[in-house]
Structures are given as C-alpha cells and as structure tokens.
C-alpha cells in the first residue's frame, strides 16, 4: 500500500513563499518520478514540476518559471516544492503524484499512477 500525503499549504499574501511537502509511504522501489500538480477552481489540472529519483527535474508551468523549485529528501522519502514569489493566479489545490516504478518525468496526469489528497494554497492580500 503506496501512499502519498501532502502537506504545508496555507494562506499568504502575494510575494510571500511556501514550501510544499510530499512523503510517500511503503514503496519499496528505488525508482520513480514524482510531479506536482494543480488545480484552480474551474480550472484543469495544470502540471507544474516533476523529479525523479535520479535528480533530474523538470518545469512545466512556464508561470512558475524561476518562482518554483523541486527538491527530494530519499532518506525521508519526501519531495518538496518550494514557492517563491506567491502571485494570486498560483491559489488552488497541489497535489503530488507518482509513478512508481518508474522514472520519467511527464506533464501528462496519466502517467502517473499514485496521487496524493493535495494540499490547498491560497494566495490573497
């Protein structure tokens, strides 16, 4: 039973920052990618980021661009996305997702096979 819960969402005034984090649970495969996606309200989900084990990344939302970096903890088995310079557009809900095993990076939703509860970001004055 893999599981992936995301966490550290919140409300902050635009130009502040937030780092996101993804822990898995019960994988076992040393092999996979993980994305961040999201979703505003009446929006379609929006790829943003996406790691993989081997330390390759790749930025998908050219909104985020230089605002948004990916990073991974392997002993903790948790990913992390940290948000720079938080712009109102940016609120919705992230979500991380997996593909397990596996390792590349794709934009595409189903690709991925694991996907976390998402965690809300909301970024208001």
């Known amino acids: 039973q893999l599981q992936l819960v995301e966490s550290g969402g919140g409300m902050v005034q635009p130009g502040g920052s937030l780092r996101l984090s993804c822990a898995a649970s019960?994988?076992?495969?040393?092999?996979?990618?993980i994305g961040w996606f999201r979703q505003a309200p009446g929006k379609e989900l929006e790829a943003v980021s996406c790691i993989n084990n081997l330390g390759h990344s790749a930025d998908y939302a050219v909104s985020v661009k230089g605002r948004f970096t990916m990073s991974r903890d392997s002993a903790k088995n948790t990913v992390y996305l940290q948000m720079n310079n938080l712009k109102p557009e940016d609120s919705g809900i992230y979500y991380c997702?997996?593909?397990?095993?596996?390792?590349?990076?794709?934009?595409?939703?189903?690709?991925?096979?694991?996907w976390g509860q998402g965690t809300q970001v909301t970024v208001s004055s």
């Open positions: 997702a997996l593909d397990y095993p596996g390792f590349q990076c794709r934009a595409e939703p189903s690709t991925y096979n694991f």
């Open positions: 019960g994988s076992t495969s040393p092999y996979y990618a």
